[in-house]
C-alpha cells in the first residue's frame, strides 16, 4: 500500500477473534489458545511492525494542511483492543490473555516510536466497552 500511495498516515489495527467456548484454564484447549494468539496478538504484532517501519521512514508533515503551527507528524496508529485488555473474568482466559498482551505490544510502540516530539507521531490503544 505505502508503494502505491507514496506514505502510510494513518492505520486501525483491527485483530481479533473470540474464543469458541469459554472454559477455565485447566479445561482450556491448548490448540484454542494458540489460535487466539496468533491472530490477536501475531495480527497486531505484524501490522505495527510493517506500518511503523514505513512510518518512522516518511518525511513529518503538517497535522493540518497548511498549518505548520499544530505540529508535523510521520503518521498515527490505533490498535483496537478490549475492556478485557484492563481486566479479567473467571472464564476466557484465552481472549483476556490476548487482548492484554496487544495492550503491552501498544504501550511499547508508543514508546519507541514516538518518533520524536517534534515529528508528534502517534500510537495508541482504543479499549470499546460493550
Do not use: W
Not at 477455565?24 to 495480527?43: H, K, M, P, T, Y
Not at 485488555?85 to 481472549?95: D, H, I, K, L, N
Not at 514516538?114 to 502517534?122: I, L, N, V
Amino acid at each position: 500500500m505505502a508503494h502505491s500511495f507514496r506514505r502510510i498516515d494513518y492505520c486501525v489495527v483491527c485483530a481479533g477473534v473470540g474464543a469458541k467456548r469459554c472454559l477455565e484454564i485447566a479445561e482450556s484447549d491448548v490448540a484454542e489458545f494458540i489460535r487466539l494468539q496468533s491472530i490477536n496478538v501475531n495480527g497486531t504484532y505484524f501490522v505495527l511492525r510493517a506500518v511503523l517501519g514505513i512510518m518512522q521512514s516518511q518525511e513529518p508533515k503538517p497535522n493540518f494542511a497548511g498549518s505548520l503551527d499544530r505540529g508535523t507528524t510521520r503518521g498515527a496508529v490505533v490498535t483496537l483492543g478490549s475492556i478485557m485488555s484492563c481486566t479479567v473474568e473467571a472464564c476466557g482466559m484465552q481472549y483476556t490473555t490476548s487482548k492484554h498482551a496487544v495492550l503491552g505490544l501498544t504501550k511499547s510502540a508508543g514508546k519507541n516510536y514516538s518518533f520524536d516530539k517534534s515529528d508528534g507521531g502517534e500510537v495508541a490503544i482504543c479499549l470499546p466497552i460493550l
